[in-house]
């Protein structure tokens, strides 16, 4: 490897001096931590010693890889979300290496472990936080962050991609009560993830706003899976008053009501409606096709991809928030309560 002009030393020069491979030159000048402490002390003090200037991050030389980690993968948004982060990175010619941390410190220090280990454009973090630790790490070695949905309060120079959350639920509850429904079950996500806390809050508001009291044996625990809809969906119906119409903030619990009705015996929507949250692509097939808020969950990942190696190149971002517009998606699973609706109905 030539050094620059500007540079009074080759890194291969170095290396004959240290009595080493240029790889290993290479990964101190890096930062890599697979380096003998004493091998990393030769090489740093003959880097000094003959004025070997390093390249900036900006400047630094394209790995072609981009790292993208989930908490998990057994969900079909996060299909679409590695979909939109391909559709860029391949378009550029630069490679996806798709992790799973199963929120578990072990699983994310093997992360850190692995990702020292390799040269990387960026990181894109889906459903997470950036902790201080990793934080400080992707500093050290001039990579990086973008987060995808945060979980908590984001850091403040990790940009962030996510959906008007709030904006998409209330509209969906808006739509009900517009249906003619005024018991309406909600299922929510996981409350530690803030677009979970804006889809309970857009529900609430459009009850508030429409003058109906919040009850809140309609409002059901979940974590945006099958099994959370089902049960949930179970005790709504379950219910002495059960509601006429259940939003589910995520399509997978909307389709585990679906298997809470078909067991009671109810038919939708003639008997309850039922509202989902992200649009994934399977839920206009199953019977009844589900209204949802349609969530932009490939664009998400599109833009986390653009912006992770725009920061890559040294550019700056015009927003370090950015939230993608939501819709709502009418489709069979929902109607007019049948009192509303009349005998011929």
């Not at 890194?11 to 290479?26: D, E, K, M, Q, Y």
């Not at 984001?154 to 509209?171: K, V």
Request: proline letters at 7%.
């Amino acid at each position: 490897m030539a050094a620059n002009d500007n540079r009074t030393v080759t890194i291969a020069a170095i290396a004959r001096l240290a009595g080493v491979s240029v790889p290993t030159v290479s990964r101190v000048i890096n930062g890599r931590s697979d380096v003998a402490p004493q091998t990393r002390e030769r090489v740093e003090e003959l880097l000094t010693r003959h004025g070997y200037r390093r390249r900036p991050p900006s400047m630094r030389a394209s790995s072609g890889l981009v790292d993208l980690v989930f908490n998990d993968l057994d969900s079909p948004w996060a299909v679409e979300i590695i979909r939109g982060v391909e559709d860029v990175a391949h378009a550029v010619g630069v490679g996806t290496v798709v992790s799973a941390i199963h929120r578990r410190s072990s699983s994310a220090k093997q992360w850190l472990d692995n990702i020292r280990t390799r040269s990387t454009e960026g990181v894109i973090f889906v459903t997470s936080t950036l902790e201080p630790p990793q934080q400080a790490e992707l500093r050290r070695l001039n990579i990086p962050a973008v987060i995808v949905d945060p979980a908590g309060v984001p850091a403040q120079d990790a940009p962030t991609i996510g959906a008007t959350n709030w904006a998409g639920s209330l509209r969906a509850t808006e739509y009900l009560i517009g249906l003619g429904h005024r018991r309406i079950g909600f299922i929510a996500g996981p409350p530690q993830l803030m677009c979970s806390r804006a889809r309970m809050d857009g529900y609430r508001a459009a009850l508030e706003a429409a003058g109906i009291p919040i009850d809140d044996r309609l409002i059901q625990a979940g974590n945006f899976y099958h099994e959370a809809g089902f049960s949930g969906g179970a005790r709504l119906l379950g219910l002495t008053e059960p509601p006429t119409a259940i939003f589910a903030s995520s399509d997978q619990m909307a389709l585990g009501v679906y298997e809470a009705v078909r067991q009671r015996g109810l038919r939708m929507p003639d008997d309850v409606s039922v509202v989902g949250f992200d649009d994934l692509p399977e839920v206009r097939w199953c019977s009844p096709p589900l209204t949802t808020v349609r969530q932009p969950l490939a664009e998400m990942g599109m833009l986390a991809a653009r912006t992770v190696l725009r920061l890559a190149r040294g550019e700056k971002v015009e927003s370090p928030r950015v939230e993608l517009a939501t819709e709502l998606v009418i489709r069979d699973s929902s109607c007019a309560p049948r009192a509303d609706r009349g005998p011929a109905e």
